[in-house]
């Protein structure tokens, strides 16, 4: 008995010999040696066949045709030398098929110039006249399978060898002919094709910018696709584009061209024609659609970018009046692009699964969708098939099913609706099948990006703040854009810092390079200058020793900061740069300012390093931003320009909603490089404690000159007798402790906010006292820190520069 797998393969396998029969019985031409090539990207997988002949009077073998993604994603070469050691040539000399998988490629210094991905190869003689050899490549993990092989076969008796085309250099060109140079732009023009332009002989000067700037922009990007060595492989080209014209509108021209391999070490000739495309025939664009398709696909990096490259490939060429394109996740179909977008261009029972941004459509209710999944090729369903309604309401006239093929599984489904009856030819047929062979491997690819690019940005965001705190006088928001930009990991932080006395220190910083080591030092930076300043250092000193922390570690990278201090109480700030921005005040009135101040160098370059002190004065309502230079830095405009755009956007933003500030901020941003962003309006303080401090003297009568310090200043405080009796107890075992377990300075603190009393003493010994678990009656000590529990509300031990801090607070009976 047959099983189902092995009659699929065989099923494939004819398919493949069918396909071919129909594409040989025709004149040989260029285009239908693409189209047989096209068929192993069908029927064997691959994600890159070309065709390689040899010179008639040269050493080399030259890529004459490909189809599928650029050959450049692989490293593979135009031409081969017939004597050397590449894959090719063996398989030219010994005229037998060579298959090798990513091991023996690595080892192969002639099979491709730089390895970025892992693929496997495969180099079959071609049967045709030209002696030439057929090579594929597939990105599958487990490469070319038993039928994959045997329809590669197949293709390469089928496909013939044209010779490789000739240069047009020293002959005349055909008046709607063009030749142009690959490396400096200089292109030669029939006078057909200046009249299209609108051009004289006189007028050109023998640029292809100039033609380019004549087109309509909207059109460059595929124009650049063609014209530009690095996005091409060699082989036929074939695209529509628009030109500007002097009145009316633009007018639709077609280019076909040919990119001719100028031998190793030379540069290539793109040489073709340009016609006007109104006079021409429709149906032979499906070659450059695919093409397009292939390069869109090539440069997609997500799995939406893969979807609109499908979408905008085929709904235009196919007259489609809607077309969906999904993920394959067990039993559902993840839909990840919609057009038209609108819920109500779309069936009931979507509609009733829109779960988020898109619907989430169960497969079990479409069971002819699954069949065609579960089939593995495209299906085409004319108007008036009876279907279920969740697939008849998507295509009344006509519906199309191409599943999307990567590997050895279904990566999911492509579905394209007709709602007048439309009328399925051949090329359509063709143009469906080869975009369906491609658009399945890409979008395993994103996937696989996506989920990286989902962990890269897990990291970042456990690297930063979860939340801000709330501010004594204040409000701080933050936000950080990530890069687009591939799977980089930016090196850009903020942190907002409580500190003792109503001080608030805001942090902003940038670590070079975008890599894993970029984002674990700025975490570790960010823990440094944290655990600095919590221990009481000016901004000077926390910068100072974050730079020796960042030299010692002898890290290859360095990185620029801003820390600013905040004192609430008193409206003012100390900031020091290094190496960063300064930050942007906007005043009450709207004003900007951007400080004009020295900074010193960034973290990490010099050991002993100076890091002057700026100050800031701060009236309520002042808005302090910190930023990046991904913000404020592009190609197009230097540093200063960047931050005086920041600064007059910044003056007509509303402080009250400091949020949405924030959000208008980054609304231009450049995604080329990560951005940080942090804002802080000063409101200042309704309420202001009040503080005394005293220094205490190493004296025998120390303890009791602290006690009538500590009375005084409660008395004019207003603080009643009842309660100054058990401030008294904790400041003199407080003091005490200090006094006999320490040496050095000794500081008492008061301070009072509403009705809590806050009392520190602070000394020069790091260590916390310790409360004991138990005490005996013979015991001479040990009961002071049980006292302090015991009279206050809460108490506790901080780090102060070069000791500890140790403060307790105690509720009052203070009147209103």
């Not at 000394?763 to 310790?770: E, F, H, L």
């Amino acid at each position: 008995m047959v099983s189902e797998g092995a009659e699929a393969r065989r099923t494939r396998t004819l398919r493949a010999e069918g396909a071919l029969k129909a594409l040989t019985s025709g004149p040989a031409s260029p285009e239908r040696v693409r189209r047989v090539l096209e068929q192993a990207l069908v029927f064997a997988g691959a994600a890159f066949v070309a065709v390689y002949t040899p010179e008639e009077d040269g050493d080399l073998l030259c890529l004459v045709e490909s189809a599928g993604v650029p050959r450049t994603l692989f490293g593979l070469r135009d031409s081969y030398p017939r004597s050397g050691s590449s894959p090719v040539a063996d398989s030219h000399r010994s005229g037998s098929p060579v298959w090798l998988g990513p091991e023996e490629l690595s080892a192969n210094a002639e099979a491709r110039r730089t390895p970025p991905r892992d693929f496997h190869l495969a180099v079959l003689p071609a049967r045709g006249d030209g002696g030439g050899s057929l090579l594929a490549v597939s990105e599958r993990p487990d490469g070319f399978g038993t039928e994959d092989r045997k329809c590669l076969e197949l293709i390469a008796d089928a496909v013939g060898c044209p010779a490789p085309a000739r240069s047009t250099e020293g002959r005349e060109l055909p008046a709607n002919a063009f030749s142009l140079a690959m490396d400096s732009g200089r292109v030669e023009v029939g006078d057909d094709i200046l009249k299209l332009f609108a051009l004289t002989r006189a007028e050109f000067d023998g640029k292809v910018e100039t033609l380019l700037g004549l087109t309509v922009p909207e059109d460059l990007p595929s124009l650049m696709s063609v014209v530009e060595a690095d996005h091409m492989s060699i082989g036929d080209r074939e695209l529509e584009f628009r030109v500007l014209q002097p009145s009316g509108p633009p007018k639709w021209l077609r280019l076909r061209g040919r990119l001719l391999s100028g031998g190793e070490g030379r540069p290539a000739t793109l040489v073709g024609t340009v016609g006007d495309a109104s006079k021409l025939r429709s149906e032979v664009t499906d070659v450059a659609r695919v093409q397009r398709l292939a390069a869109m696909l090539a440069t997609a990096g997500t799995v939406r970018d893969v979807s609109q490259a499908v979408v905008s490939a085929l709904r235009k060429p196919l007259q489609a009046d809607r077309i969906a394109l999904a993920e394959l996740e067990g039993d559902r179909l993840v839909v990840t692009v919609l057009d038209p977008p609108e819920p109500e261009s779309w069936p009931e029972l979507w509609r009733l699964e829109w779960r988020s941004e898109w619907p989430d459509a169960p497969v079990r209710a479409m069971p002819t969708l699954a069949a065609a999944l579960r089939e593995g090729r495209a299906h085409i369903w004319p108007a008036g098939t009876p279907l279920e309604p969740a697939l008849a309401e998507v295509g009344p006239g006509g519906l199309a099913v191409l599943p999307l093929p990567a590997g050895n599984r279904m990566a999911g489904a492509c579905l394209i609706g007709w709602d007048t009856p439309h009328d399925f030819g051949p090329d359509e047929r063709a143009l469906l099948t080869a975009s369906a062979g491609l658009a399945g491997q890409a979008l395993m690819r994103a996937h696989a990006f996506d989920a990286e690019h989902e962990l890269v940005g897990m990291l970042q965001r456990q690297l930063l703040p979860r939340r801000l705190p709330k501010l004594p006088g204040a409000v701080a928001v933050a936000r950080y854009l990530p890069t687009t930009a591939g799977l980089e990991v930016g090196g850009d932080w903020y942190d907002v810092i409580p500190l003792p006395d109503n001080h608030v220190a805001l942090v902003i910083g940038d670590v070079q390079g975008h890599n894993a080591s970029a984002a674990t030092l700025m975490g570790q930076m960010r823990t440094a200058l944290r655990a600095y300043a919590v221990e009481g250092h000016p901004p000077d000193v926390v910068v100072s020793h974050a730079n020796r922390l960042l030299v010692d570690m002898e890290s290859d990278l360095f990185a620029t900061c801003c820390y600013v201090d905040v004192d609430m109480e008193e409206g003012s700030a100390w900031y020091v740069r290094a190496g960063h921005l300064p930050p942007v005040l906007r005043r009450p009135d709207g004003s900007t300012e951007v400080p004009d101040t020295d900074g010193g160098p960034p973290l990490g370059v010099v050991a002993q390093a100076d890091f002057p002190m700026s100050a800031l004065r701060l009236q309520p309502g002042t808005v302090v931003a910190l930023t990046t230079d991904g913000l404020v830095e592009s190609a197009e405009a230097d540093i200063d320009d960047g931050m005086q755009r920041f600064a007059d956007e910044l003056s007509l933003a509303d402080p009250a909603h400091l949020g949405q500030v924030a959000d208008a901020l980054l609304g231009n941003a450049r995604r080329s490089d990560d951005v940080a962003l942090l804002l802080l309006r000063y409101d200042g303080m309704a309420l202001r404690p009040l503080r005394e401090s005293w220094t205490v003297w190493r004296v025998p009568e120390a303890v009791g000159h602290t006690r009538r310090f500590t009375r005084r200043t409660l008395r004019s405080w207003g603080v009643p007798r009842d309660d100054t009796d058990a401030v008294l107890l904790v400041v003199s075992e407080l003091v005490t402790n200090a006094l006999v377990h320490t040496d050095g300075r000794v500081r008492l603190d008061l301070t009072l906010l509403d009705n809590r009393l806050r009392v520190s003493v602070a000394d020069s010994s790091p260590r916390t006292p310790v409360k004991p678990t138990s005490i005996g009656w013979e015991a001479t000590g040990g009961r002071g820190i049980l006292l302090v529990e015991a009279m206050s509300e809460a108490w506790g031990t901080v780090p102060v520069s070069g000791g500890k801090q140790v403060w307790a607070e105690l509720v009052l009976s203070l009147s209103p």
